[in-house]
């Protein structure tokens, strides 16, 4: 979901003249990027929407140094990025409209009540492991899987190389895959359709 220009061209950005035509191109530009970029820490429609609007205002008061910033893109990126880590205050967690949509796409696939609780029991799982990742992992891994970002955008997000977002990935995914096997070998640790835990012996 792109933020709307009117959103962040408010009369909060006194845009004028030559500068505020070049503020609007860059809010065409790259308005869509900023949001998703927010959205991706924030989880929040109207957070991450007032997230991105900061990262614009602050691009606005730093016209004066415009001519030496070579990546717009990167530099809002970044400064998004930064402004959503400030506001947020607690773990990430799934927005209760996007968990809602995946059950509703659940059973319209035809799952019944007791795949769709075994299924959001593995999602929960997950989440949990994510969050135990290392921040620089945790962070490249939610902006790929999550919000499906390349590495060359998620190297504008993290001021990194492209190469060091490939490593990063490498890395939190086969942690997670061994934090993810060393629960599920755990007696017990596997839940049922029906949400129990098998019995010892069988």
């Not at 990546?71 to 809002?76: E, G, K, P």
């Not at 506001?87 to 409209?97: G, I, M, S, T, Y």
């Not at 796409?105 to 299924?119: D, F």
């Not at 492209?162 to 596997?190: I, N, Y």
Request: hydrophobic share 45%.
């Amino acid at each position: 979901m792109a933020v709307p220009g009117q959103v962040i061209l408010s009369e909060s950005i006194p845009i004028a003249g030559a500068a505020g035509d070049e503020l609007e191109v860059a809010v065409r530009e790259h308005a869509r990027f900023v949001y998703k970029v927010a959205y991706a820490v924030l989880r929040n429609h109207h957070d991450a929407e007032d997230a991105a609007q900061e990262a614009f205002l602050r691009f606005w008061r730093h016209r004066k140094d415009w001519p030496r910033i070579r990546d717009r893109r990167a530099w809002l990126a970044r400064t998004v990025w930064r402004v959503a880590l400030d506001r947020r205050k607690f773990a990430p967690e799934v927005a209760l409209d996007e968990a809602a949509e995946a059950v509703r796409q659940l059973r319209a696939q035809g799952s019944s009540a007791e795949e769709i609780a075994a299924q959001a029991q593995m999602l929960g799982l997950l989440e949990r492991l994510i969050a135990t990742l290392p921040r620089e992992l945790r962070d490249t891994l939610v902006l790929s899987t999550v919000e499906e970002m390349t590495s060359a955008e998620i190297s504008e997000v993290l001021g990194i190389p492209e190469g060091s977002v490939r490593t990063r990935l490498l890395r939190a995914r086969a942690l997670l895959r061994e934090k993810l096997a060393a629960v599920l070998e755990r007696p017990g640790a596997c839940p049922s359709a029906d949400g129990s835990r098998p019995r010892p012996g069988g």
